[in-house]
């Protein structure tokens, strides 16, 4: 690929980024075009480890979830599920799902779901099940005691069956179809898929994404080969100082009994940036084969919400909208927000989005955990950087 030039400053803000103490390394990538400029600064560990290169491997968390839909569009496009079908067919422990009577309601105070659970409530997350901007709901408290283990701990998490079980015995925040709630369709979706195609996630993911596109790194754990490209991750303490939270021969090892389609791959930029372009292509990959149609690709770029739903949980949208798996930008009210950018980010310290007026994928991985859905000054110098095109 050919370099980009003049005062881009890719490697120059990752370098202040690991001066400053802010990360211990980290890889960037941005393309345009054929044009792609990419920058590996700092190491695997505050210690030393590893020299970050473009190939290192990260946990890219919830950069997971935009995959996890394309997956589903698949499936949609080849006739084994349409976009309103009811998901109980396949997922028969929501086919009487109940509702605590209001939010603040407790779990024993329920009543039935006005509706069912379709297609696309999991893909645009208004299915009921979820986080909204307040953890201290009783039902999302339960949610939470239950599931949110797994998110750093994938390997705590039991089989897709047991999983749903679990689930199901808890009642939803909210109707189908009524409010935006953060991540857990994106994991339903992922137990959907394998039900619709009769394999595994991780089987159907690498079939028809991963193959395709030449994600050669992208998978639920890391093999041994492979591991020494993988490094540690961090979280910060309450002193701000950073904690080692996973180490690359851990819960990554070996193949989970959930593969979550809401944060559970791992990936390089090149891999991530991958399935940008081929968003930005229409569908397409780069050796012309069609993944998923143009109108497919603009079903997952648009936003789906209203403009209640996006006030209500800023905390995670930051005010823009919700597309299928990630977020879209419908206003420019922040340097880095251009209407139609299509993003996400994800809480082991992972961003990405594409821009389709600047025809631009970028992509910045790191390894320490974010700590709050706000992003962090890194996160946002990198998006208003890619901006300037």
Same mark, same amino acid.
């Given at each position: 690929?050919?370099?980009?030039?003049?005062?881009?400053?890719?490697?120059?803000?990752?370098?202040?980024?690991?001066?400053?103490?802010?990360?211990?390394? !980290?890889?960037?990538?941005?393309?345009?075009?054929?044009?792609?400029?990419?920058?590996?600064?700092?190491?695997? &560990?505050?210690?030393?480890?590893?020299?970050?290169?473009?190939?290192?491997? *990260?946990?890219?968390?919830?950069?997971?979830? %935009?995959?996890?839909?394309?997956?589903?569009?698949?499936?949609?496009?080849?006739?084994?599920?349409?976009?309103?079908?009811?998901?109980?067919?396949?997922?028969?422990?929501?086919?009487?799902?109940?509702?605590?009577?209001?939010?603040?309601?407790?779990?024993?105070?329920?009543?039935?779901?006005?509706?069912?659970?379709?297609?696309?409530?999991?893909?645009?997350?208004?299915?009921?099940?979820?986080?909204?901007?307040?953890?201290?709901?009783?039902?999302?408290?339960?949610?939470?005691?239950?599931? +949110?283990?797994?998110?750093?701990? %994938?390997?705590?998490?039991?089989?897709?069956?047991?999983?749903?079980?679990?689930?199901? &015995?808890?009642?939803?925040?909210?109707?189908?179809?009524?409010?935006? @709630?953060?991540?857990? &369709?994106?994991?339903?979706?992922?137990?959907?898929?394998?039900?619709?195609?009769?394999?595994?996630?991780?089987?159907?993911?690498?079939?028809?994404? *991963?193959?395709?596109?030449?994600?050669?790194? =992208?998978?639920?754990?890391? $093999?041994?080969?492979?591991?020494?490209? *993988?490094?540690?991750?961090?979280?910060?303490? +309450?002193?701000?100082?950073?904690?080692?939270?996973?180490?690359?021969?851990?819960?990554?090892?070996?193949?989970?009994?959930?593969?979550?389609?809401?944060?559970?791959?791992?990936?390089?930029?090149?891999?991530?940036?991958? *399935?940008?372009?081929? @968003?930005?292509?229409?569908?397409?990959?780069?050796?012309?084969?069609? @993944?998923?149609?143009?109108?497919?690709?603009?079903?997952?770029?648009?936003?789906?919400?209203? !403009?209640?739903?996006?006030?209500?949980?800023?905390?995670?949208?930051?005010? +823009?909208?919700?597309?299928?798996?990630? !977020?879209?930008?419908?206003?420019?009210?922040?340097?880095?927000?251009?209407?139609?950018?299509?993003?996400? =980010?994800?809480?082991?310290?992972?961003?990405?989005?594409?821009? %389709?007026?600047?025809?631009?994928?970028?992509?910045?991985?790191? +390894?320490?955990?974010?700590? &709050? $859905?706000? $992003?962090?000054?890194?996160?946002?110098?990198?998006?208003? @950087?890619?901006?300037?095109?």
């Amino acid at each position: 690929m050919n370099t980009m030039t003049g005062e881009d400053g890719l490697a120059e803000l990752l370098a202040r980024a690991v001066d400053n103490s802010a990360v211990p390394g !980290a890889v960037g990538l941005i393309a345009q075009g054929p044009k792609t400029e990419v920058a590996a600064v700092g190491s695997t &560990s505050p210690e030393g480890g590893r020299p970050m290169a473009r190939d290192t491997i *990260f946990r890219i968390a919830s950069l997971t979830k %935009p995959i996890t839909a394309a997956a589903a569009m698949t499936l949609v496009e080849d006739g084994r599920i349409a976009l309103d079908d009811a998901v109980r067919e396949w997922l028969p422990e929501l086919a009487a799902p109940s509702v605590v009577r209001t939010p603040h309601s407790p779990v024993d105070d329920v009543v039935p779901a006005r509706r069912p659970i379709t297609l696309d409530d999991l893909l645009t997350f208004r299915s009921g099940y979820g986080y909204p901007a307040d953890f201290s709901l009783p039902a999302v408290a339960l949610f939470a005691e239950r599931f +949110q283990r797994f998110v750093l701990e %994938p390997r705590l998490a039991p089989g897709p069956d047991e999983w749903m079980a679990s689930l199901a &015995s808890i009642p939803m925040v909210n109707h189908p179809g009524e409010a935006w @709630l953060y991540h857990a &369709s994106s994991d339903i979706l992922g137990v959907l898929i394998a039900r619709v195609a009769g394999r595994p996630l991780d089987v159907f993911l690498a079939e028809r994404v *991963f193959e395709p596109l030449g994600m050669a790194d =992208t998978g639920f754990w890391v $093999p041994e080969e492979k591991r020494h490209r *993988f490094g540690p991750s961090y979280g910060r303490g +309450q002193d701000g100082a950073l904690e080692l939270h996973d180490v690359p021969d851990g819960q990554w090892s070996a193949p989970p009994a959930f593969p979550s389609g809401a944060g559970g791959l791992v990936s390089t930029v090149d891999d991530w940036a991958a *399935f940008g372009r081929m @968003l930005l292509d229409g569908g397409t990959a780069p050796d012309g084969r069609r @993944l998923l149609s143009p109108a497919s690709v603009a079903l997952m770029t648009s936003d789906h919400t209203t !403009a209640a739903q996006r006030d209500a949980v800023r905390l995670f949208l930051l005010g +823009q909208g919700w597309g299928f798996g990630g !977020a879209v930008d419908v206003n420019a009210d922040e340097p880095a927000h251009r209407p139609g950018r299509y993003w996400w =980010t994800g809480g082991s310290g992972t961003t990405a989005q594409i821009d %389709p007026s600047s025809d631009s994928v970028a992509v910045l991985f790191t +390894q320490v955990e974010m700590g &709050s $859905p706000a $992003p962090p000054p890194l996160m946002t110098a990198f998006w208003e @950087l890619a901006g300037r095109l």
